[in-house]
């Protein structure tokens, strides 16, 4: 059974920071892509960034320039680094991860429970 477990969320101001992660447990043979998304009340999902196995990273045009998303594939967690937050960065965040276990064939999407970051005065 592999869980993903998010932690970092919570109240801040505009222009302010916050650091969420997201820590993977369980038997895992092997991580492919990462990522973390975002879901705002009233709004479809969204990607918000990326990181491959390889270390190339992909970003929403809303959030370049003022996110980073890093992984430690030795201690199964993935980081988003939030700088320069706005309101309209309110949303619930998820992470995921697509993980293959001991003996498969093939990747499977996991998603964390979500984490609710609040940008507001």
């Known amino acids: 059974q592999v869980q993903l477990v998010e932690s970092g969320g919570g109240l801040v101001q505009p222009g302010g920071s916050l650091r969420l992660s997201c820590v993977a447990s369980?038997?895992?043979?092997?991580?492919?892509?990462m990522g973390w998304y975002r879901q705002a009340p009233g709004k479809q999902r969204e990607l918000v960034a990326g990181?491959?196995?390889?270390?190339?990273?992909n970003f929403a045009d809303s959030v370049k320039g003022r996110f980073t998303i890093a992984r430690d594939n030795a201690e199964n967690t993935v980081y988003l680094q939030m700088n320069s937050l706005k309101p309209e960065d309110t949303a619930v965040y998820y992470c995921?991860?697509?993980?293959?276990?001991?003996?498969?064939?093939?990747?499977?999407?996991?998603w964390g429970q979500g984490t609710q970051v609040t940008v507001s005065s």
């Open positions: 995921k991860a697509d993980i293959k276990m001991p003996g498969s064939f093939y990747y499977t999407a996991y």
């Open positions: 369980g038997i895992i043979f092997s991580y492919n892509d």
């Open positions: 990181v491959t196995s390889g270390g190339t990273t």
